[in-house]
């Protein structure tokens, strides 16, 4: 292993994410693992420097403290605790100790070296994944977003054809999407890509349906039948990759944590198709990963894209989906995409895209009446998803988008600008 590492049990604190960061920021790589962690199993981590505990409130589970397993302190490792022991209910969060404990701790006290960067981490990887998967086989659905795609790349750099791909095209992708993932993936990465096109398929499925929730339902149901179909007729398949992150295993909770829910990138295959995970990514933020895109060689359109939701273009043809309004809503968006790539607003804006509602409004076209739907473009920066605020996006540059769409776009007569904040408005419409 190249990289030394210290490691931070978690105890429940919501702030271990943050202490990671911390200490990858002084260059050492940091890794979060469950309380209940043994011996053995820290040993197998390699090159561990040392180990932090940091409970906070959230050590308190069902009225008693969570400990480690008792062993970990006999095994010669440097332990700093934070907030230890404090098996009581009523503390607040320990704060996240200063800069100069901690590189005190990671430089003087455990003698790591700041040893962290891309190009070591994707070494490290590749080494384990080959020692996981050996000369098996390993599935991955390769949505074409960030977080498959590197993974794909990494998958490729380590295991070449032992990785199948499976790009599933359910017809609510943005314009070039999957030809992109073809060309990047296919093409030039050489991988060993399945295509699957079930744009009838899902057109099919949607048709008539206009709840959101329902439609969110069946893109999701749907997508996991084809996966499954496809992984049948493969042979001798014993992995499943996924591009977990860690932002992922956050919301999902942790064993400590007090909620624990399902983790959302995992299930949905039967019982029987059960594969073991190889999840390279697990221990990266979103930033890290996209530099990992990067170091493996990946074009920048794909680690930088904005965020997409899961049930595509899908959730931006309002109401019950027909093909016109979509490819309304498709080519309206390449056109935003690209008016925003040219005036530099891609790299400053969080997210934005356009919406084709289900009703029509009147205009003229060529001296006659017409009545034909609208386009409504939507840009916000945000933090968190959480809450959002509108991008004041300069006149004339959507006076260009406007142009170009009432120009370039079949079916539509008007183009609107939404200036809702999130809340009340969410970022999406449906
Ligand atoms: P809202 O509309 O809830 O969106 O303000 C917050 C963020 O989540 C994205 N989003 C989704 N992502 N599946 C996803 O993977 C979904 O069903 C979904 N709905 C919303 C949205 O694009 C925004 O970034």
């Known amino acids: 292993m190249k990289q030394d590492m210290i490691v931070i049990l978690d105890l429940g604190s919501t702030e271990n994410a943050g202490l990671a960061r911390q200490i990858r920021e002084l260059g050492v790589y940091s890794e979060i693992h469950p309380h209940d962690i043994t011996p053995e199993e820290l040993k197998k981590l390699e090159n561990v420097k040392g180990i932090i505990l940091n409970g906070g409130e959230n050590r308190i589970v069902g009225g008693s403290a969570v400990d480690i397993t008792p062993e970990l302190y006999d095994c010669?490792?440097?332990?700093?605790?934070?907030?230890?022991?404090?098996?009581?209910?009523?503390?607040?969060?320990?704060?996240?100790?200063?800069?100069?404990?901690?590189?005190?701790?990671?430089?003087?006290?455990?003698?790591?070296?700041?040893?962290?960067?891309?190009?070591?981490?994707?070494?490290?990887?590749?080494?384990?994944?080959?020692?996981?998967?050996?000369?098996?086989?390993?599935?991955?659905?390769?949505s074409g977003g960030v977080d498959s795609s590197v993974v794909a790349a990494l998958l490729i750099k380590a295991i070449g054809k032992q990785l199948v791909c499976v790009h599933v095209n359910h017809g609510l992708m943005r314009k070039n999407e999957s030809e992109s993932v073809i060309e990047v993936f296919k093409n030039q990465l050489k991988a060993n890509?399945?295509?699957?096109?079930?744009?009838?398929?899902?057109?099919?499925?949607?048709?008539?349906?206009?709840?959101?929730?329902?439609?969110?339902?069946?893109?999701?149901?749907?997508?996991?039948?084809?996966?499954?179909?496809?992984?049948?007729?493969?042979?001798?398949?014993?992995?499943?990759?996924?591009?977990?992150?860690?932002?992922?295993?956050?919301?999902?909770?942790?064993?400590?944590?007090?909620?624990?829910?399902?983790?959302?990138?995992?299930?949905?295959?039967?019982?029987?198709?059960?594969?073991?995970?190889?999840?390279?990514?697990?221990?990266?933020?979103?930033?890290?990963?996209?530099?990992?895109?990067?170091?493996?060689?990946?074009?920048s359109s794909m680690v930088y894209r904005q965020p997409f939701p899961g049930p595509g273009l899908g959730v931006r043809c309002l109401g019950a989906i027909t093909r016109d309004r979509l490819e309304a809503v498709r080519e309206a968006d390449a056109i935003l995409r690209e008016e925003f790539e040219k005036a530099g607003l891609d790299k400053k804006v969080w997210q934005y895209f356009a919406v084709v509602p289900d009703f029509k409004s009147v205009g003229v076209k060529n001296n006659a009446r017409c009545f034909d739907y609208m386009v409504i473009l939507r840009a916000i920066n945000t933090v968190d998803a959480m809450s959002a605020t509108i991008e004041r996006v300069d006149w004339d540059v959507l006076g260009k988008i406007t142009d170009r769409i009432l120009a370039e776009v079949e079916h539509v007569n008007r183009v609107c600008y939404d200036m809702s904040p999130k809340p009340p408005a969410t970022i999406e419409f449906e």
């Open 76 to 142: 010669g490792y440097p332990i700093l605790a934070i907030d230890h022991p404090s098996a009581r209910c009523d503390r607040t969060l320990a704060a996240l100790p200063d800069v100069s404990v901690l590189k005190e701790f990671v430089f003087d006290t455990c003698q790591a070296k700041a040893n962290w960067n891309m190009k070591n981490f994707i070494e490290d990887q590749v080494e384990l994944i080959r020692r996981q998967v050996g000369d098996r086989k390993v599935l991955l659905a390769l």
């Open 193 to 299: 890509l399945i295509y699957v096109d079930a744009v009838d398929r899902f057109l099919g499925k949607l048709e008539g349906v206009a709840d959101p929730e329902q439609k969110r339902k069946i893109i999701g149901g749907e997508f996991i039948r084809v996966f499954e179909e496809e992984a049948r007729k493969l042979e001798g398949i014993d992995f499943l990759g996924q591009g977990t992150i860690y932002p992922d295993i956050i919301e999902s909770g942790t064993k400590t944590a007090k909620m624990v829910k399902s983790h959302h990138n995992v299930g949905g295959l039967p019982e029987d198709l059960k594969f073991a995970l190889v999840e390279p990514l697990k221990q990266l933020f979103k930033d890290e990963v996209r530099a990992c895109g990067v170091e493996l060689g990946l074009p």
